[in-house]
């Protein structure tokens, strides 16, 4: 029948039937259902996935960083296999790379797994398997160090202060030198007061010009232009310090003050520059405060170490030229010189390393417990060892000085004065008043070696041209002008410091800097040379510098997990 014939009550039942939705709820519930099903199922399989993935990451991690350690002697492949065997997660391990040994120095081990998770719901939408991957490195490598104590034993520096140091710096040897088999690890100790000492065989590299006296003056004045550089030229020309003390004074009057025939007017560490214990100049040079050259033998360091003996002034920007020279690549040949004699292990051939060597470490720790000490040295008209001076010696061991002007009326014609006697003389004291026997002729590092500068502008110049307190006195400060000059000012010291410690920065040298209660100019200068503000070190008392330098000891070694 045509739908426009159709009655009307069938017709408006067909358009109800065709507008109600009653029946669809169900299929749209039956949707969600399954939608929710997929999801939370595809989400128990990822976490079963992650699960497995942790376990074997963990697993991966573990046997890496076993076998790559150096102390393990067992073979490292088979050390990896066994942790993932034991965790049952052998079939997941796809391979383990050795890289290096023990013997190199460094180990590297690499291990990757790939395993398959067979899914409970995601199959729903097509994933029947999820992969789960691992991979983990892990390496210890000893890497070359080379590391440089650059020590303050200066005059504050004595007592239980230095015995402080001794125990401390004794600990990091042990702790740095421990597992050093091969020799990886070397040290080298600079102490340092108003100077720094050199051994023998260590001042013939250098181009030091001036006199070698018995004494054995193996300190330079290193001139300010060559702070420039990290180096120290083994070819220019570097005046050696002259063994004299320009710092003690003396006892004035108008009256004869003996010297002391101990040397040096019997001042203990009265030459507080380059022999630092030197009270006999006769004796020769001591050995305490000598550059000790880098090393491994943690005995030999710690015996060094102990024998330090604390005296003079502060000159932290010497100490840290002399430990940036010796691990600057500049000094190799010096280094190989003194390896061929004997003086360093063959085992350092090649070092000082080129700066930015990816496999050597420099490290610099400088301590101090002061600041700079601006101090003299002796002029240059007084260091000749071949012109001899007009100062003459007896017999007996007293002196005459000759004075071709500036006398007084009271000597006449004599132009030998005799400071023991208080008497002009025509010639030269013998040793006794018979005029026998054979006086002398000194050059000044003969008289240098035997006297302080005040003593003797006293006592040859004061006492024999001045005929009153103020006469005397301007004779003597005049005298002591001629016979000294200033090595360096404190804002000088203080710039070429921070000359080297830049230098060491830039060159990838990493320093260390402890201030041992150190005043506030020493402290700022420390805290401005450290590489940064976490390798800086305030200390004071036993504990604190045990613990600076265990601190630094600590960071110098490490494991390292690379994923």
């Not at 991690?61 to 065997?85: F, I, K, W």
């Not at 939408?125 to 490195?137: C, K, Y």
């Not at 005298?479 to 200033?486: E, G, H, P, V």
């Not at 060159?507 to 506030?520: D, K, R, S, T």
Request: aromatic share 8%.
């Amino acid at each position: 029948m045509p739908l426009l014939t159709m009655p009307a009550n069938a017709l408006r039942a067909a358009k109800t039937f065709c507008t109600r939705e009653d029946g669809n709820i169900a299929t749209f519930s039956i949707m969600l259902f399954s939608l929710m099903v997929m999801c939370g199922g595809l989400a128990v399989d990822l976490m079963r996935v992650e699960s497995t993935r942790t376990s074997l990451q963990q697993t991966l991690d573990r046997c890496t960083l076993a076998s790559a350690a150096l102390r393990q002697t067992l073979d490292p492949e088979a050390v990896c296999r066994d942790y993932v065997a034991k965790a049952g997660l052998s079939s997941f391990l796809q391979n383990v790379t050795v890289t290096g040994s023990a013997a190199d120095g460094s180990r590297r081990v690499q291990a990757r797994a790939m395993g398959q998770q067979n899914n409970i719901f995601a199959p729903m939408i097509g994933l029947n398997t999820f992969p789960v991957p691992a991979a983990s490195m892990a390496m210890q490598s000893v890497t070359n160090i080379e590391i440089v104590l650059v020590l303050d034993v200066s005059g504050s520096m004595s007592g239980e202060k230095i015995a402080n140091l001794k125990t401390a710096a004794a600990a990091f040897v042990d702790t740095v030198t421990a597992n050093n088999q091969d020799e990886r690890v070397s040290i080298a100790i600079v102490p340092y007061n108003a100077q720094v000492n050199m051994p023998d065989y260590l001042i013939s590299k250098y181009n030091a010009v001036g006199p070698v006296t018995a004494a054995n003056a193996n300190c330079l004045e290193i001139p300010g232009p060559m702070f420039a550089s990290p180096g120290i030229s083994t070819t220019a020309a570097i005046r050696r310090a002259v063994y004299a003390d320009t710092a003690y004074g003396t006892t004035g009057g108008d009256t004869y003050t003996a010297f002391d025939a101990t040397g040096n007017g019997g001042a203990d560490n009265a030459f507080q520059f380059c022999n630092p214990r030197n009270g006999n100049a006769q004796t020769g040079a001591l050995t305490e405060n000598l550059i000790f050259m880098p090393s491994s033998d943690a005995v030999a360091l710690k015996a060094r170490i102990n024998a330090l003996y604390a005296g003079g002034n502060t000159s932290i920007a010497l100490g840290m030229k002399w430990g940036l020279n010796l691990i600057d690549p500049g000094t190799r040949p010096v280094f190989q010189s003194l390896i061929t004699e004997g003086h360093i292990t063959n085992a350092f051939s090649g070092r000082p390393y080129d700066y930015g060597n990816p496999n050597a470490m420099k490290v610099i720790v400088l301590m101090t417990d002061g600041e700079h000490v601006s101090h003299r040295i002796i002029a240059p008209d007084y260091r000749g060892a071949t012109v001899g001076t007009e100062v003459w010696r007896g017999t007996d061991g007293n002196y005459s000085i000759r004075h071709l002007a500036g006398r007084p009326s009271s000597a006449g014609s004599n132009e030998f004065w005799v400071p023991h006697r208080s008497e002009w003389r025509a010639g030269p004291w013998t040793g006794n008043t018979a005029n026998t026997g054979t006086p002398t002729r000194l050059t000044w590092p003969e008289v240098w070696q035997n006297q302080r500068t005040s003593w003797v502008a006293w006592q040859f110049y004061a006492r024999a041209l001045g005929t009153d307190d103020d006469t005397r006195l301007n004779i003597y400060d005049a005298t002591m002008s001629d016979f000294t000059d200033t090595y360096a000012s404190v804002n000088a010291m203080n710039n070429r410091l921070q000359q080297s410690c830049n230098l060491a920065r830039n060159n990838g040298v990493v320093v260390y800097g402890i201030a041992f209660e150190a005043p506030e100019n020493g402290r700022n200068q420390i805290r401005n040379c450290s590489t940064t503000i976490s390798q800086y070190f305030e200390a004071a008392g036993p504990d604190e510098i045990a613990t600076a330098f265990a601190g630094i000891a600590a960071q110098i070694s490490q494991l390292r997990l690379t994923q």
